[in-house]
Each structure stands twice: as C-alpha cells, then as structure tokens.
C-alpha cells in the first residue's frame, strides 16, 4: 500500500514538530496534525509563559538552524540558588548553589519564551513539513505495512509510522492498548510573569515550601517567570484572586529581593501529576513527550525530557532508514524505548522524590535535607555532576542532535 509520508504526528505542540523538523531535515516525509491553529501561540503578546531550556535542548535547536533568531530572545540562566522557606517569612539562606563558570559549556541553561519558540518551529515547517493545523488524529488502523490515521476532517494519512506527541492524555496511547502508571501530587502550579525593580542577574531561584516549590526563572529584562506549586485547596482559592491580591499573597513567600514587584501577563494554572506510559512504543506506534511521561515541573526538566525523547528518535529512525530497515517496526523502534525509558522514568522518579522530601515541614527532615544539600554545594565534584545532569550533558548514550550534530 503506498504511503502519503513516512512518519505521521499526532500533536503540535512543541515536541512534535521539533521531531518533525529533525526527521524532514534528513529526508523523511513527515506529517504533523496538529489540533489548535497554526497562529494560535506564535502572536506578538506577551503572556508569560515560558521554559527552561538544557545546555543540550540549545545544542539540539542549534542543530535543527533555530538558535540564531532565538538567542537574542533569551535570558541566559548564569546561577541557580535554592533555598528553604516558609509561607510570610521569604526564604531562607540558600542551600545550594549552581554557578554556571564551574562546567565550561555557557549558561546553567536558558529560560525562552513560549511564543517565540512555538514561532521558529512554524516557520521551520512551512517548506518541508506537511502541517495540518484545527485538525486530530481521532482513530488509526494498523498493519504490517504501515498505519493510517483517520483526521477529524474525514480525511486519511497513510504513513509507516504514527508518533503519538498529543499530551499526558495521549489518544494515540489509548488507541494503542498501552496503560498509564502514576499519581496525582494535590497540588496545583500557578504560572504568572512579573516585572521588578531590581536586576535578577541572570539567577533562578528555587525556594521550597511545606506546601509546594516556587520557582522564580529570570526572563529578558527585569522580568522573571514564576512556576508556583501549591496544595490544590489553596491554589484554588489563590487563583480566584484579583491581580493585586495575587500578588499580596505571592510577595511574601520570596521576600524583596527583587524589589517591587507587578504582573506583566496573564495568569495561568494546571493540576500537577506523575503520568508514566508503561511502554513507548508498539508495532507502528512510538510516544516522546508528556505522552510518555508526566513530570512534575519542580525542576523545570519537562520539556527537555520531550527534546530527549526528541533526539533519540530520530536519530534511530533516520539511522534505520539509512540501513534500508522498515521505521515502523517494533525492533526498530525498541531500539529508541531501550534508550529513552531508563533516563526519563528515573528523572521523573527523581523529581517525584524531591517533591516529597521538600514538602514536609518535619524540622528534622528539614534540618536533615539542609545538610545534605549543603554538602553538596561544598563538594566540586559533586556540585558538578548535579549541574551537568541538570544541563542535559549527562545522557549516555548522547544522541548527535543533543550534542549540536546534525543528522
């Protein structure tokens, strides 16, 4: 049966079509159906959102010819401090601290706004990417040769291989049989941007609090993006607030040290989980992303998880297409989940554990964890290996895109 391409995605968010980018780049027909209008993040407004980017999700841009309009767009991440702290009281002195001269490869990371990198992808699309934007996949039928997915709009695409890039409630993943671990945390994030007075310098600030992390990410300017985790109650009744009640309520659990302080941008929250897919893969199929593993956001890594997910499946597709092997099939595509399945449910196990140990308020846990985390900060080479992995530099085997390598 013949093909319309070779591999078809489901999801426009931001993982698929980077996979979409990197599989055209090295000569793949591909696909992406994507279920929100093409504009519908890729305005001029400014609302807030935004992500941490790894050292290695840079080199991975990089690699696909996005980083030159971007980089001008970004706030390089130089320090990274954590601290405890208590609702009222701001936080207390840090007890770890990641200074980004001590591993020779630039910045911690790079905090970039949602708008502008949802815009590089799109452009990037337009001349080797069939993008079909409003529409979703609702159904797909497979076989040995391939897998058809049927859109929303009546219409079909045949491909060899279906990515399933469509989110924690993947429909690909359900169509697929394969089942979903994980736990609600209670909590929910609040997600605003504010302006300040005082200069962030380019440091992030992680202070942890008996109800939830709050996170504070500097962005271009004076300006800093606030990931704030919550207890669903109290994020709830904090959500209904006025804006300038929000932010009565927000001041006091960071302190002044950014000086006065005002939302630029709209407010934003979503529940917080642990979503893992119990396989990435089946005969046709493949996950990257949220639609293989739900992370908590306590260390910013959710998106760099995906751009790992990424890397590694697409150089396994385009190594295997190169070799003459048929993409979609299931030894083919173990290949990928035996690289990725490890790192990424370790990370997300991590983080769960973090989020844990940092959200009681027991004064011997948390004398406890103050030492601990205070004995890594005083030994180098410990200090080092926590910000490698937090770059992205420790992933073994590395895939070429993350080391800014080109398929």
């Known amino acids: 049966m013949k093909h319309d391409v070779d591999v078809l995605i489901a999801g426009g968010g931001l ?14 027909r591909v696909a992406v159906v994507d279920p929100r209008p093409a504009d519908a993040r890729a305005d001029e407004g400014f609302d807030g959102r935004a992500y941490a980017l790894a050292v290695a999700s840079q080199r991975l841009l990089a690699a696909l010819g996005l980083w030159g309009d971007l980089a001008e767009k970004c706030q390089p991440i130089r320090q990274v401090k954590a601290s405890q702290g208590q609702p009222g009281e701001g936080a207390a002195p840090f007890f770890l601290h990641f200074d980004s001269a001590e591993i020779e490869e630039g910045p911690v990371g790079y905090m970039l706004e949602d708008r502008f990198l949802y815009r590089a992808l799109l452009g990037g ?20 040769s391939g897998v058809t997915g049927h859109l929303s709009d009546g219409s079909r695409i045949r ?44 440091i992030a600030q992680q202070y942890f609090m008996p109800t939830g992390p709050l996170a504070i990410l500097p962005l271009p300017g004076n300006r800093s993006s606030v990931v704030w985790s919550e207890t669903r109650e109290n994020a709830t009744a904090i959500a209904v607030l006025s804006d300038r009640d929000f932010l009565d309520v927000l001041r006091p659990r960071f302190g002044e040290y950014l000086g006065e302080v005002s939302l630029a941008g709209r407010r934003f929250s979503y529940p917080l989980s642990l979503s893992l897919a119990e396989r990435y893969v089946v005969a046709r199929v493949a996950l990257v992303g949220d639609a293989a593993h739900g992370v908590h956001p306590v260390a ?21 297409a190169r ?71 420790s992933v073994d085997p590395m895939p070429r895109l993350l080391t800014g390598r080109a398929l």
């Open 15 to 28: 993982n698929g079509p980077t996979l979409a980018l990197a599989l055209a780049g090295a000569g793949l």
């Open 159 to 202: 491909a060899r291989l279906l990515i399933g890039a469509d989110g924690r409630g993947s429909g690909v993943a359900r169509r697929a049989g394969i089942a979903r671990r994980g736990w609600d945390y209670g909590q929910t994030a609040l997600v605003a941007a504010i302006d300040h007075d005082h200069d962030h310098q380019g």
């Open 323 to 393: 070799r003459g092997e048929d993409i979609g099939a299931i030894n083919v595509l173990e290949r990928y989940q035996g690289w990725r399945r490890f790192d990424a449910t370790s990370l997300a196990l991590g983080m769960d554990a973090v989020n844990q140990i940092f959200g009681t308020d027991n004064p011997l846990i948390r004398a406890a964890r103050g030492l601990g985390m205070g004995a890594v900060t005083a030994i180098p080479s410990l200090r080092r290996g926590f910000m490698r992995q937090a770059a992205g530099l």
């Open 300 to 320: 910013g890594q959710g998106l760099n998880l995906g751009l790992r997910d990424v890397a590694a499946l697409a150089e396994t597709l385009v190594d295997a």
């Open 125 to 144: 699309m337009t001349d080797n990417v069939d993008h079909r934007s409003g529409l979703s996949v609702i159904d797909h039928d497979t076989d040995d």
